[in-house]
């Protein structure tokens, strides 16, 4: 990474980590929301950008998060670190288990195939007692936003180091293999069972651990909230907006974005998925590769970078 | 060359069927480490379904394939590329979204043995490999911007990046002019010569004439000759089938 | 046995209704390659079209359907024209990213315009029932079954038998084809999804008239009609018309033997199975 990039990276860190001291609660709230975005925005990053296989249910995972917390504090009174990582174990049995058949599937199939998935969880969840069925549960209440927002950083710090590594080593170029030609991929030796589903692992892990801290954030979980499918179309367009496939990317659609939206739904209220939703519309037809990629071209051709997207690929 | 050897490669009996067509038939043959084995046929004979059995693409209806005198037909492609079996596709295919130097650093990464496990060391072997074909100085373009003959010869490089023991090329000379053709001849020569056995498939009578030490003939899907170039390419029922009236 | 043969009833009953549903989504995937992750949308717009025809005209649901279906096919044709050609060549997942994100603004669109309360479409007749023998057929039910036949025989005939029809089964095959059927590609597409969109909202009429309606039924909508759209096979109106009868069916039975709150556990899970074991249908072709 050249030292401009490495020392603007630095300073945003501590800008962001400084918040909790500097900032209005307001602000703080925000700020934790826009991280807990982030990660599911990286996590989605590392099995739809860097491996190619978009998956359309990755909420999936934040619910088993939350709901891994919230029985294991309520139901069994065990520590919030427990019950992350009882939300972590329930993320990773679900991607072993039901990634190796779902990730035979390709493009498509392999979109519908995970939002059918996230479908059936929430459906379930709402049918087990120990959940709450559909009534949720409610957790033990913790009036710290400083911690939850330390811990939504770091959570994000850890996430995006993940994919940092994933360009420097053998198992992230093994992704991105798979992801530019999955044939080519196998005969050069790439274990691409093992891969993908191990990516999709890892994208399941931090998610979960994002949905965990929500849950006792907000206090408060129901299988709608929890398994909610609009999150799979905010972390998908973020992760797409700001730069599949590249290491920040994520990050700064996560936070873009949210600001946008905020800010809307301060003036227009409940505005907000609305705003996303035309977002995804608009960048898919006029920025389809993302902001890193418009950065880097909107110098040289201005306003007919966008008409350059459309016409390629217009009818 | 030394016949008493274990064959590096062995097919015996293979078969593949597709849902009623057969496409390859009962074909039976063995290569040697540092022999070159040329494959010819008309198209659709069957010569790529074959190399796609070699390298693990496809599994065969019947019959064995056997690699260093063990049996690697129930395993998957990459299983065996970690055995030391490199091919080159036909239609090519690179990653595009990667420059020319990571294409094959993926090779580098993932053949042979597993492969390399440091990106540098991978990234170092992989620019031996461009020297190898000559496209040492297209290094850092991005794949996609490689031009026919380039591709060619960034297969070919994906391929050695990954320390095969068995080299299977689909085709490497198919759309070069008379230069670029010696040029790919002379690099699979410098292959045989560190010990690696090379199976050939092409089209272009002449250069695999002079480049092979045996040569196949593959028609719709059967082997209908086996041995030394001039023998076969004087035999009237290749000549029938394949070569027509006028042969190189 | 007389509540088992009830409920296969019910669940056919239902299953017409939910191969219509299917049948828009099947023709977009299978001619335009469109995978319309907004579809369930539709059906819910078509719906809430047909309630204010009902409540506000005082037009009988099921002779306002053409009214709806033009409104819908008017709307159809305008996102596709307007919106979806300029991505037609783009990856698939392009597609999906922005249905995703139509899916997204038109049930918060519903939601600003009609709020979020329940509603059903309840002509005079609607507590009306046949009897025949131990079973009870309410009649708004079968009126829907019926409808629902005469749609799906209906896109049938038309893909085979008219012009336009066998224009868009070309285009599935091949663009250029369809040229020589002397259609205009753009305009073509989007006739082809207006009429998806039509058949979205037309079931979504007749939806009104069984079930409770809100802005957001279409989510779960659009992965029931992929379900039954993947078990069909995308080229065939009557083998979608058996994938609806079967979801309808398996949902019913669950109902009966499980319980209703696993209605959605059923019919999403059978769409994970399906694409997991065969995603290439099990009765048609797929895309």
Redesign the interface.
Known sequence: MKTWRAWAVVIAFLAMAGVPWYGSDVLVQFGINALLLAVLAQGWNIIGGYTGYPSFGNSVFYGLGSYGVAIAMVQWHLPFEVGMLFGVLLAVAFALLLGVPVLRLRGHYFAIATLALAGVMAAIVSNIPLAGQNIGLVLPPLNDDRLFYGLALGLLALSTLVVWWLTKSRFGFGLIAIRENEDGAAVMGVNTTAYKVAAFTISGALSSMAGGIHAYWITFLDPESAFDISLNVKMIIMAVFGGAGTVFGPIIGAFSLSAVSEWLSSEVTSIASLFFGAVIVAAVVFMPHGLTHLAARIRRLGWRYFGENVRENRL | MNTTAAPLLELRHVTQRFSGLVAVADVSFSLAPGEILGLIGPNGAGKTTLINLISGTLRPTEGEVLFDGAAVTPLPAFRRARLGVGRTFQIMQPFPGLSVLDNVAIGALFGHGGGQAQLAKAREQARQSLEFVGLGSFADQRADELGGPGRKRLELAKALAMKPRLLLCDEVMAGLNHVEIEEVIAVIRKVREQGIGVLVIEHVIKAIRSLSDRLLVLHHGQKIADGTPDAVLADPTVVQAYLGKKHA | MELLAQVLVNGLLLGGLYAVMALGLALVWGVLNI?N?AHGSFIMLGAYCSWHLFHYLHVDPFLGLPLTAAVMFALGYAVQRG?L??????P???T???T??????L???A??AFSADFRTINPGYAGHQWHWGAMVLPAVRVAAFGAALVLTLGMWLFLLHTRLGRAIRATAQNLVAARLYGVE??HL?AMTFAIGVALAGTAGGLYGTVSQINPYIG??LT?KS??IAIIGGLDNPLGVLVGGLFLGVIESLTILYI?P??V??AS??I??LV??VR?TGLLGKTA
């Not at chain 3, 050609?85 to 783009?90: D, M, S």
């Not at chain 3, 995703?100 to 603004?105: A, T």
């Open positions: 995978v992750l919106i050609n300029l991505i037609v060549r783009a698939m997942f392009n999906l990213l922005l995703f994100g139509l899916d997204v603004v049930t918060y669109l939601q600003l590609p753009r597409y989510a779960s992965l992929f379900a319980g709150t696993f959605d556990v999403f899970g769409l994970a694409l997991i995603p």
